[in-house]
């Protein structure tokens, strides 16, 4: 190597890439940072966050208690916040974005002669990702019900004669089911599947692991996919909530309900 190459590598920033790698770590660093700002405010406004069958993702599961004064998002929203933080893909996609460490793959990142990664420091409680896939699982099991609330009129829970269909039911499903693509295919999940194993043996209960483990590995090989999705999915739940919470329950159309198919059964 040439002396020259050699000390345009001790730049931040150098590289032989000639592509366009400087758009991928400023669009992450806009994307999370808007995200942030419209998640703490919401977080904090405590409010027009539920009317009729719906409840934001922000807010459920709803944790009132005659001793928390303060909104109820502050209580849960630390959950799935730990969930993605820790998350190995965001782990990559902001450290490039805010640290620059490194900015992207074979380009120099910020010099700083005590960087250990994350072997120290607060770095390491990095490694406490399992757990926040287990306590997000959790929650995500929360959101399905508040899913499956929306199929039935307010206040008529599992009664079928008010059963119905909403965009309020669309807009709560399609989030739950992105955000089950996502916690899925973690690595912790794959971890837990079968990820921790050698091998597969070919007895009945290795087979349904390695079949559980290939289907977590399809939905993991495109975990950065599910994670940008899901975190707009989330986020398209919560305004559609407060949008409906504004402007009352006629905001949310019922595209099809038992009343309906009685009223056309009368005609
Ligand atoms: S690695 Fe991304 S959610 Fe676990």
Redesign the pocket.
Known sequence: MNETNTSSRKTTGATHRTDDWQTYPTKILVVLTLFAIYGTYRAFENNWYEVGNLLSPFYSPKLEFSWWKFSPALLILPIPGL??AT????RKAYYRAFFGTPKACAVTGTANPRYTGESSGIWTLQNI?RYA?YMATLVLGVLWWDAFQTLFAAGHFFNFSYFQISVGTIVFFVNVVLLSG??FG????RHLAGGCLDSFSSSGASKTSLSIWERITKLNEK?EMW?WISLFSVMGADVYTTVVARHGIPADPVLFSMDMITNLVAK
């Open positions: 969930f993605r998350c190995y893909y965001y990702h896939f996502y916690s973690c690595h912790a999940c975990h994670a």
